[in-house]
């Protein structure tokens, strides 16, 4: 298992920090990780990782092997450059 660490593979948080956003699509981002990366090692489906979103933050706390915190931040990624 890989360290406890924010989303964006430890870059910071995603989705920006600080001041108040109408739209916070966290928990939404939580079911498409859960759903699309590795899906049977997420708690929810038996397996050992976890991911929690911590909403004040902002922020993912992900507890996954170093492969699928490499496919979350690739996924982060390519949703930040899309601009979503």
Not at 48 to 69: E, K, N, Q, T
């Amino acid at each position: 298992m890989g360290p406890v660490g924010m989303a964006g593979n430890g870059r910071g948080t995603f989705g920006g920090s600080g001041g108040a956003q109408a739209d916070d699509y966290g928990p939404d981002l939580v079911d498409l990780i859960q759903r699309t990366i590795a899906p049977s090692t997420w708690d929810v489906h038996g397996g050992p990782g976890s991911i929690y979103y911590w909403r004040p933050g902002r922020a993912l706390v992900i507890r996954a092997a170093d492969d699928v915190h490499d496919d979350v931040g690739g996924l982060l990624d390519q949703l930040q450059r899309a601009g979503r």
